[in-house]
């Protein structure tokens, strides 16, 4: 009879595992922190080059061409990363020629939109975003970064299939510096909005050029497998579904504003939220990479535990939140007054407001245990309940109070869907009273040192 093998060893594959899946989840959220980092000092820099009126313009032309790839999303990277096919040259081929497709598809469609846009502009107030005359021209050349992605090596995939974050990391840093020196470059010769759209194109350009010479990998070939593309298409369908929602949540603040506000505040306004979303991007981060796989393995070989593991992510995501919420409330405006010129003054109170919004993130870690206690639909169902309290709330705010009540229901959205989550952790007996009063001692802490700051800044 074999000996049986030992604890130690029987651990050691999972041990393995968990090293590469926080050494991945380290670099995501350090790379994503020095992107923002890169990110806030070029908005520094161009704030002082550029007119506000311009970031609002940059702003709605973004989100347009982030919502066309969101909408044409077919899964290729998750295809890659879960098919037992994701290492053979003819399937990754195969998604690199849908690739190419989809991102031809992408500026059609931009082309399409630029041209209603054209055509409904006798429709739209004269103040709107949408009604400045540069909008179709710049989300038209902006959109040939779409099809300079399309050509991105799959190598980028298999990357992400051997969680070798780091190296994509490195990657998306290095392509960053070519698009800020490519904005700065332009701007020092022409100060109009088409230094931003330089440095974007610029960007995507070099992480085209580095995914083919950096990486490891199967080099790509133009090749065409029905079986690969039915495989890569069927998974596609369900990413599909999500992309929308996502994107829909994610942006419906700026594509709703962008119709009520002029391009000069809604300019204003896409400072403060790119302040606030710096500060909760990283802990989202550290969300979706890290605590999704270990409250997952937790789940599955010590239920026992998973109350713990759980209060223990809430609490390493919720302190540093609330904290950050407390700060950013009390010296949101004096903040801005220091790294911003007068022009952006009303970005200060913005910010205090969708500073409250932070408090709401470690209640995010409940929605990762939706996957992992299985009940995935929990997740449409938050998503459709802030897109239903964004698309109600705020135009009525905006027309009864104004912008500040228009700000106020977008930091409402937030919390609508907490009925929700805390309804689903009392239910699976995760929910601890005692253990949310740290976050409140944070937010007091946060309140103190803000209040503190405001006054030394």
């Known amino acids: 009879m074999p000996p049986a093998a030992s604890p130690s060893l029987a651990r050691d594959p999972l041990e393995a595992l968990r090293a590469r899946v926080l050494r991945a989840g380290g670099w995501t959220v350090a790379g994503f922190a020095l992107s923002q980092a890169i990110r806030f000092g070029a908005n520094l820099v161009m704030t002082r080059l550029l007119v506000p009126e311009m970031f609002g313009v940059m702003a709605i032309a973004t ?12 899964g290729l990277r998750q295809s890659v990363v879960q098919s037992r096919r994701g290492r053979e040259a003819v399937f990754l081929n195969t998604a690199w020629a849908i690739q190419i497709a989809r991102g031809c598809v992408i500026w059609a469609a931009a082309l399409a ?9 006798q429709f739209v107030p004269p103040a709107s975003a949408y009604a400045d005359p540069s909008l179709p021209a710049v989300i038209i050349v902006l959109s040939a970064s779409a099809v300079i992605a399309g050509f991105e090596s799959t190598k980028l995939h298999e990357a992400s299939r051997g969680l070798s ?11 960053q ?17 088409w230094a931003l759209v330089a440095g974007t194109l610029a960007a995507a350009a070099a992480r085209t050029r580095l995914s083919h010479a950096w990486l490891p990998g199967e080099p790509n070939r133009w090749h065409w497998e029905r079986a690969a593309a039915r495989e890569i298409l069927a998974l596609g369908r369900w990413i599909f579904a999500g992309s929308v929602l996502g994107f829909l949540v994610n942006s419906a603040d700026r594509l709703i504003l962008g119709a009520l506000l002029d391009s000069t505040v809604l300019g204003v306004y896409a400072i403060a939220f790119l302040l606030f979303n710096a500060v909760e991007q990283v802990l989202v981060k550290l969300v979706g990479d890290v605590s999704y796989p270990a409250l997952s393995e937790v789940a599955r070989e010590r239920p026992a535990d998973l109350r713990a593991s759980y209060y223990g992510f809430h609490l390493a995501v919720g302190l540093p939140a609330c904290i950050a919420a407390g700060v950013l409330m009390m010296s949101g405006e004096r903040l801005v007054a220091v790294l911003y010129d007068a022009r952006y003054a009303q970005a200060g109170w913005m910010l205090q407001a969708l500073a409250v919004a932070l408090v709401t993130i470690p209640f995010r870690v409940a929605t990762q245990c939706f996957v992992v206690l ?33 700000l106020w229901a977008i930091v409402l959205s937030y919390f609508s869907t907490l009925p929700t989550t805390l309804a689903f952790v009392v239910r699976h007996r995760l929910f601890d009273a005692v253990k949310e009063l740290p976050l409140f001692a944070a937010l007091l802490v946060g309140l103190a040192a803000g209040r503190a700051l405001s006054h030394g800044l």
């Open 177 to 193: 510096l070519v698009g800020l020196l490519g904005m700065l470059a332009w701007a020092l010769v022409d100060r109009s909005i």
């Open 165 to 175: 974050l780091g190296r994509i990391t490195r990657l998306d840093l290095a392509s």
């Open 63 to 74: 989100m347009v061409m982030y919502g066309l790839a969101l909408f044409s999303d077919v």
């Open 113 to 121: 939109v630029s041209l209603i846009l054209l055509w409904a502009n």
């Open 374 to 406: 299985g009940e995935p639909q929990l997740m449409s169902r938050i998503c459709l309940i802030r897109l239903a309290a964004l698309g109600v709330l705020t135009p009525a705010a905006f027309h009864f109070f104004g912008l500040a009540g228009a």
